[in-house]
């Protein structure tokens, strides 16, 4: 008999894969990989990244599946049980409370810029039915961060859609969810797409997103390059871990990771398809980047083309809808971990965690208005969060992953997972595991505390 999680199981290899490219495709690719790619070389980046995403996303992806779905349960527990096996040390346990840690603050955070893609849903839907536009979008946006009330509330209904589908559980919530989500994002992202061909910038849209410019390219690209492919992919803090628990053992992990890998890059890349013609052909910068460059620019975009509201709806929604399925996966391994330990029901869990998130989340909100003086080295409360997650946990989960599969994992648990995978490739991907991306992420993580 094989051995199934308690949690559930994917029903299917298509479930698996809409699940885990939910979780990767969110905010990270849609706003922040045009935003780095803009700001990095245009295509040198999207080269870098790519490598990035196929030296070390790659094969770190691959061994969270394969730790998930040798363990079978959360990862703290799965990896108490990894460890166990192979008698290897109980420190490398600490990977599954980074991770537990690490999504806590992410989801933190993320739920805060996901309600701000909630709240202009809401406007353009509201524009779409006669009321009134947006006319001055900055002071639009500077209105909303400026209102630490509203900005609690689209954080709270985001933190209360997620709790949603993770208490329904892996077949009845986060599976059903994303057979729905997925296919409706990409084919937002295909309109969007087309409409900025119609544009007439298309063109310079993709010269400027695939021509190397090499003499901008230092050794900070890199580095970015790197992070932007830990984050896109949800890597480092046992996301994929946990979605490989539940992924039946019929299914090859390599090919599963390739497809995942695939389609998150190739979402980033339609999303920066799809957001250039239309900045471009509004005479609008796109090296200017950050939070404004979505949320600022794009309405004046949106106030100016035909159709304009629609769009901006559907831009908006889309945006909803992907850091939705994203945060699913950020609540799930805490949500795993506490029903799997205290004979706590799967809802009472998720929203345990999701009230905590909540509740860290406010540090965030408030940074944004009556907090913005207080700064921890030079950052403010939401972007130190950032920091210590996104920059130094994630890298650092990365990279203890990469070195336990690689030298503290037993040859015949790794081959028992990645039957027919041929000899040679499975050669690379453990040296790649034991030496390379450890060397590459460990440059990362010194720079991050640099
Ligand atoms: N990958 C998602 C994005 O691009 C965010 C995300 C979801 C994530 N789960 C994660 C990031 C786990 C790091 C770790 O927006």
New binding site residues.
Partial sequence: MEKTSIHGMWSSRTAFILAATG???????????PYMTSDNGGGAFVLIYLACIAVVGLPILMSEILLGRYGRESPVNTLIGAVRDSRASRGWVGIGWIGIV??VL?LSF?SVVAGWTLHYSWLYLKQLFGGAGITDPAATFGALLASPLELSLWHALFMVLTVGVVALGVEKGLERAVRFLMPALFILLLVLVIYGATTGHLGQAATFLFNPDWSRVDGNTFLRAMGQA????????C??MTYGAYLPKDISIPKVGVTVALA?TGVALLAGLAIFPIVISFGLDPQGGGPGLIFTSLPLAFNAMPLGIFYGLLFFALLSV??WT??I??LEPATAYLVERGRMSRKRAASCVAGLCWLLGLASVLSLNHWSHIQLFGRDIMSFIELI??DLM?PLGGLLIALFTGWALRETVLRDQLTGMPQGLFTTWRWLLRIIAPVLVLAVLVSAVL
Wanted: glycine residues 12%; without cysteine.
């Fill in positions: 979780s990767a495709v969110g905010l990270g690719n849609i706003w922040r990989f690490a999504g992410i993320y830990f984050f896109s992919l949800s890597l480092g803090m996301t994929m998150d992907a850091a994203s945060s996966s950020l997650a996104n994630l």
